[in-house]
């Protein structure tokens, strides 16, 4: 007869874990051998320690961001602060792979916003370039973010599984792959299924160790995305999708948890080296995150956040009052995180107080990733004859500083004007800040030559492929509409449209909520708006969907719809400047400012 062989110590482990809880293996542990502490004798080692590699907020940004989106602050020992040149997938790559070198477990996971509102090389090509870089990059595991959704969840799904763009069709002889990494959607549900549309978890394996990735966007997703974007999905609750998908992974055996989350919090300190939990460090962050992490279960070890593009490595307390690490690389490829995480082989979960966790610089100093210049060079062979194409011309830069931006003036003006080309009765035209990604500079950054707009430099302004659209409102929701920048859901951060040439108006800044906004002292060409009047108002198509907030935008009436927002803008500047009489940049002096 066959003896019937023994478990391994391997299987014996993750029985007593499933079987007994964790109270009670963490009890047989003191009695098990030394060796199984140690790593000595013929059994794996008790504890193993496991890379996690992280960042976040990518949005297609292949080549190094430019200006201050292409830095990051550093504190000194000295306590003074520099600025340090970084990103560009060409050094992440670099970095990311000597990180790995002498960590046989490693994980490289992304907290979304990977793609969307990308520069030209990205954008240009629905941000296949980026996810190919992605698949070079040995990502193995992201979440959606809201930038998912700028063309909808079908293109999503595209982006996921391959194949060429309905619209555009294939853009080389070769089909597009898609991503060789899971997507994570656990709180973007199908409306008519009520189930997630991507993967709501993933579980990455090493021999015996194994460790769960729960990934949601923000539920306010649907406010900050065009409403052709969301149609149809439904955005649940952060904490209770990750605690409903914990009980699952758990369910399976999964002791160790990760959290990939886009949304996240504001640091007390601009460095990226910030250290939230040292001695005088200040208040750690603040924002939508730290409610997260503390209302999260206890069975998640540690949460990767994003959105907000700050940097942070923090610990914030579960809801049993133990520690918890909260990260955030920043964005555009600045920064990665690296953190350890202390796989326990008894129980199968990590040990909480031995997670280390730090942000690294994407610094340009290191060589080149040859195979990330290769994919640039060839998306940017294919962009360049309508990236390099003269769009118009300016005699200063056009900045994108302020409560009204020079940068965001220009755009209102430009969807005013193509306004009047759809109905000359248009009577302004309202853009939103968040929408406007840059400004424009003078100095060439190519061959250009100075003072000439590029349709790249034009892209980088606009990348969303918002609609102009024309709707009628009364004088009565206009002035609501200017209140809804600085109260309901812009209160605690107001977003103040930038108006076009005509509209003024007073924002009394020592006021609070919707007085801030002085209703008497808002004018259309010096005549004060007629509550009972109707005004006809050019918006993009986020706004007109009642993006960010701005409700009474989504309840206009005679809809009429119109080219994209970026040819507008090119329209715009071809008609009004010339090499030999250059736009001037607006004056910013529509909105009236009382501090």
């Given at each position: 007869m066959q003896a019937k062989s023994r478990p391994s110590r391997r299987r014996s482990y993750a029985l007593l874990a499933s079987a007994a809880g964790l109270a009670t293996v963490a009890a047989l542990a003191g009695a098990l051998p030394a060796d199984a502490h140690s790593g000595k004798g013929r059994g794996p080692s008790r504890y193993q320690d496991v890379q996690l590699l992280s960042f976040n907020d990518l949005h297609g940004n292949l080549e190094p961001p430019s200006g201050s989106s292409g830095r990051v602050t550093e504190t000194q020992a000295d306590g003074t602060t520099k600025n340090i040149d970084a990103g560009g997938v060409e050094y992440l790559a670099t970095h990311l792979r000597q990180a790995r070198k002498g960590h046989r477990y490693s994980v490289t996971a992304a907290g979304g916003d990977m793609v969307g509102a990308s520069p030209l090389v990205s954008g240009l090509f629905h941000d296949e370039p980026t996810i190919e870089a992605l698949n070079k990059l040995d990502l193995d595991v992201t979440t959606v973010g809201n930038h998912e959704f700028d063309e909808g969840a079908g293109e999503l799904a595209r982006l996921q599984n391959g194949g060429c763009h309905p619209a555009d069709g294939c853009y080389t002889d070769k089909k597009f792959k898609g991503a060789d990494f899971p997507y994570l959607a656990a709180n973007v549900l199908d409306e008519k299924t009520d189930k997630p549309i991507l993967k709501p978890y993933w579980v990455w394996k090493k021999k015996d160790v194994r460790i769960g990735f729960i990934g949601v966007t923000l539920e306010g997703t649907p406010g900050i995305v065009s409403a052709d974007g969301v149609k149809g999905l439904a955005f649940k609750d952060e904490v209770e999708t990750i605690n409903k998908y914990a009980k699952v992974l758990q369910r399976q055996g999964v002791q160790s948890i990760v959290a990939l989350v886009h949304e996240g919090g504001f640091p007390s300190s601009s460095s990226y080296n910030y250290d939230c939990d040292s001695p005088g460090a200040g208040d750690g962050i603040s924002g939508p995150i730290?409610?997260?992490?503390?209302?999260?279960?206890?069975?998640?070890?540690?949460?990767?956040?994003?959105?907000?593009?700050?940097?942070?490595?923090?610990?914030?307390?579960?809801?049993?009052?133990?520690?918890?690490?909260?990260?955030?690389?920043?964005?555009?490829?600045?920064?990665?995180?690296?953190?350890?995480?202390?796989y326990d082989r008894y129980t199968g979960d990590i040990a909480r107080t031995a997670v280390k966790s730090a942000n690294h610089v994407v610094t340009?100093?290191?060589?080149?990733?040859?195979?990330?210049?290769?994919?640039i060079s060839r998306w940017n062979t294919l962009a360049a004859p309508i990236g390099n194409r003269a769009i118009g011309y300016v005699s200063a830069d056009v900045n994108n500083t302020g409560t009204e931006s020079a940068m965001g003036d220009l755009i209102a003006d430009a969807q005013f004007a193509y306004g009047r080309e759809l109905d000359p009765e248009i009577d302004l035209a309202l853009m939103n800040p968040g929408g406007v990604r840059a400004g424009l500079t003078y100095a060439a950054k190519g061959s250009e030559g100075d003072g000439v707009v590029t349709y790249a430099e034009g892209f980088t302004v606009q990348p969303f492929a918002n609609t102009v659209n024309l709707q009628d409102f009364t004088g009565a929701q206009l002035i609501q509409v200017l209140k809804e920048q600085v109260s309901g859901a812009n209160a605690a951060a107001p977003k103040i449209l930038q108006p076009s040439k005509g509209l003024t108006y007073t924002l009394d800044l020592t006021k609070t909520g919707a007085d801030r906004v002085v209703t008497d002292s808002v004018k259309l060409n010096g005549t004060a708006v007629d509550p009972a009047a109707t005004y006809r108002v050019a918006t993009n198509s986020f706004l007109a969907g009642g993006g960010d907030g701005f409700t009474t935008l989504g309840q206009g009436t005679g809809d009429l719809v119109g080219t994209d927002d970026l040819s507008a803008l090119a329209q715009y500047l071809t008609a009004n400047s010339s090499a030999t009489a250059p736009l001037a940049p607006p004056a910013t002096n529509r909105i009236t400012i009382v501090q």
């Open positions: 730290v409610d997260i992490a503390k209302h999260v279960t206890p069975a998640v070890d540690a949460l990767v956040t994003g959105h907000t593009h700050t940097a942070y490595v923090c610990t914030v307390d579960d809801p049993a009052g133990n520690p918890r690490m909260v990260t955030s690389a920043a964005s555009f490829g600045r920064l990665y995180t690296d953190t350890t995480l202390t340009r100093d290191v060589p080149k990733a040859s195979d990330m210049t290769g994919l």
